[in-house]
């Protein structure tokens, strides 16, 4: 598992490690820009080259000036460093200490002293203006950005916007460029990755410590291209402070082993001790969704499994699914006879499913199961909220956290998020924002379903790190929550279900897509390969 520290958290750790552990923010500035230094030379110079290091004036253009400090002793490459501070109409050289003295009320205490020590061992700094297009120009092997770093908030405009957009079009011109970022790409939010007005288009991102959430989620992981990190001299125990207040987040690797993350099985075992599983799913329009919902459950080692459904989606599937125990009537459904349901895949929104929803949340409030809710079963929960006329997004929270059972997951993807939440769906874009609410508020747990899905409840945050495009299908989704069913059955805490199963739905894509292509995977093939973790 890795840990992944948001804006805040990240100023947290520097500011008690300088404050603290009486460790200069120069000092950190300094390892942090020579540990990158060494990284570039190692994987990107060569013998001729030209770089090109664009630093602006807070702390990530400090770590820029020391990348290009370290790089520039090397004699067989060439190398350009830029300031921009936003504070010039015309480009002019500092290469003396008498013309030092004109930048130094528009950068950091700190960048200043960089700049000095820069121009007395011979270098040169070029502080860019509106003119900079006659400067930054030609070919570059490399350009290291270094404007913005992790503190960025508001939209970027003027020169800066303009630089950014000669980085990418230097870059797009020349596909042998590469394009490396300092901490995030500039221009991109740190926490949501949204770019705000303009963005650096990286093909690599060298980071400190721990990953930032734009690194795994998108529109931010497609600007960030590899993302690679360095480990400079961060105290762990004021990380273990944050920690404990529940600022971070967690991801897995996509290489971690997926054998550690399924269901154990043990040699004094019966069907039992593998969990009793309810999925309330199917319709007569939407039986395959029973079917995919219940078949994952099978695969990922459920020991019993009741599918309630239309009587025809039960005909249907009655040869289909041998293993399963059918029922054609949802009231006959006993809480006590089940430790786990999975509601809703396929149920529509007909009178009869909303007369299942509220059957559930009316007798199993107070029950020691574990649920999921998906799909219609999230779109008629939504229709209730409305019916009380609830439409702020903190008091649907709130509303949720008194009607559904205490163990509750909902895995709404974008469209099923806005209704049930009322938020506009131009402001989804990035999930994250919305992510930080629910941990402030929901008891519950939600999937928020997207490209890299975010798992989160009150004080826990997990992104998933492993998927492709090859899910996004009809039908993906139900195959997820046949999966997060299996791990709840199977007595997991909801929380630490959602994360596992969306990591195993995710590999399982990718392994599904690699024997044929991204466009040819259907759901099924998803359950083929759950044969084979």
Same mark, same amino acid.
């Given at each position: ?240 402070? =944050?920690? #404990?207040?529940? !600022?971070?987040?967690?991801?897995? $690797?996509?290489?971690?082993? *997926? /054998?550690? @993350? ?118 008629? =929960?939504? #229709?209730?909220? !409305?019916?009380?006329?609830?439409? $702020?997004?903190?008091?649907? *929270? /709130?509303? @949720? ?123 099924? !093939? ?8």
């Amino acid at each position: 598992m890795q840990y992944i520290l948001d804006a805040k958290s990240v100023r947290c750790v520097e500011n008690m490690t300088i404050g603290i552990s009486c460790f200069p923010g120069i000092m950190l500035m300094e390892q942090a820009g020579t540990l990158a230094a060494k990284e570039i030379s190692d994987r990107f110079i060569k013998k001729g080259g030209r770089i090109a290091v664009v630093c602006g004036k807070g702390n990530n253009g400090g770590d820029g000036l020391v990348i290009g400090r370290h790089l520039s002793e090397n004699k067989d490459i060439t190398v350009e460093i830029f300031l921009v501070t936003g504070d010039t109409k015309q480009t002019y050289m500092i290469d003396s200490i008498e013309i030092l003295q004109e930048i130094k009320e528009h950068v950091s205490d700190d960048n200043y002293n960089m700049i000095f020590y820069i121009i007395a061992r011979g270098g040169k700094v070029i502080v860019l203006g509106e003119d900079y297009e006659a400067y930054i120009t030609g070919y570059y092997d490399l350009i290291v950005d270094a404007l913005f770093g992790i503190g960025l908030n508001r939209e970027v405009t003027g020169l800066y916007k303009n630089i950014i957009l000669k980085i990418n079009s230097l870059s797009e011109d020349n596909e042998k460029t590469f394009v490396l970022s300092v901490d995030v790409p500039s221009g991109i939010n740190t926490d949501n990755g949204l770019a705000m007005g303009a963005a650096v288009k990286a093909s690599h991102t060298i980071t400190f410590n721990y990953k930032k959430p734009c690194h795994l989620i998108y529109p931010g992981k497609k600007y960030c291209g590899e993302v690679i990190i360095i480990y400079i001299n961060f105290d762990n125990r004021f990380f273990e402070e =944050i920690k #404990e207040q529940g !600022d971070y987040i967690t991801t897995w $690797d996509e290489n971690d082993v *997926i /054998n550690d @993350l399924i269901p154990p099985r043990y040699e004094d075992s019966n069907k039992g001790t593998y969990g009793r599983l309810c999925v309330i799913a199917g319709c007569e329009r939407m039986p395959g969704a029973a079917l995919l919902c219940t078949e994952a459950a099978y695969r990922m080692g459920v020991g019993y499994v009741c599918l309630s459904s239309d009587e025809k989606v039960t005909d249907i599937l009655a040869v289909r699914l041998p293993e399963a125990v059918l029922n054609n009537n949802y009231k006959e459904i006993n809480d006590n006879n089940y430790n786990a349901f999975v509601i809703g895949p396929g149920i529509s929104k007909n009178d009869r499913a909303v007369h299942k929803i509220k059957y559930i949340l009316d007798n199993f409030r107070d029950s020691d199961a574990s649920f999921v809710f998906d799909a219609d079963a999230i779109n008629i =929960i939504a #229709e209730l909220l !409305d019916e009380r006329g609830i439409i $702020d997004t903190i008091e649907r *929270i /709130n509303m @949720l956290n008194s009607i559904l059972p205490e163990k509750s997951i909902l895995t709404p993807h974008k469209k099923e998020l806005s209704g049930l939440l009322k938020i506009n769906m131009d402001k989804l874009a990035s999930l994250y924002d919305v992510a930080v609410t629910i941990r402030e508020y929901s008891k519950a747990v939600f999937v928020l379903k997207d490209a890299h899905s975010i798992v989160v409840t009150k004080g826990r945050m997990h992104i998933n790190n492993v998927g492709c495009n090859a899910l996004s299908v009809a039908g993906s989704g139900d195959v997820l929550s046949g999966i997060i069913g299996a791990y709840i059955a199977q007595h997991y805490e909801c929380f630490e279900a959602a994360c596992l199963a969306c990591h195993v739905h995710g590999f399982v894509g990718k392994k599904a897509a690699e024997k044929t292509n991204m466009q040819s995977v259907i759901p099924g !093939d998803l359950i083929e390969e759950l044969k084979h973790l």
